[in-house]
C-alpha cells in the first residue's frame, strides 16, 4: 500500500478526550489548540446547494465564493506557517482543494465529494510523510512531504503545529480524531445558517470620549462574514484621513509574497479603493491614475512602522518615521480620494497592530480581541 493509505498508531495513546467531541465554530475567525501531527481533524460541514463556475482558491487579486470554501491556518507559538482551503462542492472550473507552500498542491476532487451528501465529515491527516483528505474515508486529495522540492513542505510534517485558525467556518464543527479510527460518529446536527446581508451602513456619531493617543488595537480583518467581507462599516474605522496630519501607522512584520491592505471607504460608506503593500511593492489602488511605482524590498521582515498619510492630496510612505515615498495625486485621482472618512484592515493577523489616533471612532467590532477573533 502507498504511505497515505497507512493507518499510525504512535500517537493515540496520548488523545485528549476533550478533543475528541464536537465541537461547534462559533465564529468567523476562530482559534484553538490543537496538535495537528497527533491527532486526525475531523470538520463537519454542509454542502452549499449553489452552482459555481470560478476558482475557489484564495490568493492575491482572486475573488472567493466564500460560502462554499473552508480556511484553515495552521500554527506554531501563535504564528502562523501555511494554510490550506478546500471546499464543499466539486467546481465546474478552477481547483477545489490546496495545501499552499507545497509542490503542485492544486488539485481537483477525484470525485463527487462525499456522495453528493448535505452534511459532511472531511478529515486532514498530517504525518511525517504527507498529508490526505478525505470525505466519509474515500480520499480526495493527498501531497507527499518527502518528495516535495520547497523545504518549507519536506518539514512540514516534523513542525510541532500547535494551533489551527479557522476561516469562514462559523457553524461548523471540528473534533479530534486517532490516526486509526475512520470518520464515524456521523449523527445530524443543526445546519449551517446563511447571515443576513449587511448593507452599508455608516457608524453613528458617538458621545463617548476619544481614545488616547498611542493606543493600539490589533489590525482586525475586515475578510469574515460577521464583516460583511469588509462592507459592514462596524469593522472599519471612522477617521478624515483627508485632513488628518498623523495619519495611519501600522506595526507589522512583511514578507515579499503576501501584501497587508487597507482598505479606504468615503463618507457614505462606499468603498473607493485600498493601499497595498509588502516589502517588495506599494501601491494605491481603486483609481486608474494614481498607482503608485512598485519599490525594491527596504526591510528584512521584522516588525516595522509603517504610516499611511494622503492629506491634502498628497500620498506619504514613511517606515520607521523615515518618508520612504511621497506623490501628489492630480486631477480624477485627486477627486477620487477627496473623501477618505473611514479605513478598515484585509488579510492582516492578530499579532499586527495600529496606533489609535485620538480623532479615530473603531466601529463595534473592533475591539480589542476583534470580536474574538484574536486572543485579548
Known amino acids: 500500500k502507498q504511505w497515505y493509505q497507512r493507518r499510525v498508531r504512535v500517537f493515540s495513546a496520548e488523545i485528549d478526550p476533550t478533543l475528541t467531541e464536537w465541537k461547534k465554530i462559533e465564529r468567523g475567525v476562530e482559534i484553538i489548540k490543537f496538535p495537528l501531527n497527533k491527532y486526525i481533524l475531523q470538520i463537519k460541514s454542509f454542502r452549499s446547494n449553489i452552482d ?35 471546499n464543499t462542492i466539486p467546481y465546474v472550473a478552477g481547483t477545489d482543494v490546496i495545501l499552499f507552500g507545497c509542490q503542485a498542491p492544486y488539485s481537483r476532487y477525484r470525485s463527487n465529494p462525499c456522495n453528493g451528501e448535505f452534511e459532511q465529515i472531511w478529515s486532514w491527516n498530517f504525518s511525517e510523510k504527507g498529508a490526505t483528505l478525505t470525505c466519509f474515508d474515500e ?13 518549507s513542505c519536506r518539514n512540514l510534517g516534523s513542525l510541532p503545529i500547535d494551533q489551527l485558525r479557522f476561516t469562514n467556518m462559523a457553524g461548523f464543527y ?9 470518520p464515524a460518529n456521523l449523527e445530524k446536527t443543526e445546519p449551517k445558517t446563511t447571515p443576513p446581508v449587511t448593507t452599508l451602513t455608516p457608524i453613528p456619531p458617538t458621545t463617548t470620549t476619544p481614545f ?13 462574514r460577521e464583516c460583511g467581507y469588509c462592507s459592514n462599516l462596524d469593522c472599519a474605522v471612522k477617521y478624515d484621513l483627508t485632513s488628518s496630519e498623523t495619519g ?67 500620498i506619504r510612505i514613511s517606515v520607521g518615521g523615515e518618508v520612504r515615498f511621497e ?12 473623501d477618505v472618512q473611514y479605513f478598515s484592515f484585509q488579510r492582516m493577523d492578530c499579532d499586527s497592530t495600529f496606533v489609535i489616533d485620538a480623532a479615530m471612532e473603531p466601529g463595534d467590532l473592533m475591539d480589542g480581541t476583534c470580536n474574538g477573533q484574536c486572543e485579548g
Open 248 to 314: 495611519i501607522t501600522v506595526n507589522s512584520v512583511l514578507n515579499r509574497k503576501d501584501f497587508n491592505i487597507i482598505k479606504l471607504y468615503n463618507g457614505a460608506g462606499k468603498e473607493i479603493g485600498y493601499f497595498r503593500w509588502n516589502l517588495k511593492a506599494m501601491f494605491l489602488e481603486g483609481c486608474i491614475f494614481c498607482r503608485s511605482p512598485r519599490m525594491p524590498g527596504i526591510l528584512k521582515g521584522d516588525y516595522n512602522d509603517w504610516n499611511f498619510n494622503m492629506k491634502d492630496g498628497v
Open 327 to 338: 506623490r501628489k495625486l492630480r486631477r480624477g485621482c485627486k477627486r477620487h480620494y477627496q
Open 174 to 182: 471540528y473534533r479530534a480524531a486517532p490516526h486509526e479510527e475512520a
Open 139 to 151: 480520499v480526495q486529495y493527498e501531497v507527499n512531504f518527502q518528495q516535495a522540492r520547497n523545504p
Open 212 to 224: 488616547p493617543a498611542q493606543l493600539t488595537r490589533p489590525t482586525c480583518n475586515c475578510w469574515t
Open 52 to 86: 459555481h463556475k470560478g476558482d475557489p482558491l484564495y490568493a492575491n487579486n482572486t475573488i472567493v465564493d466564500k460560502s462554499t470554501s473552508m480556511l484553515v491556518h495552521y500554527m506554531v507559538n501563535k504564528r502562523k506557517l501555511g494554510q490550506f482551503v478546500w
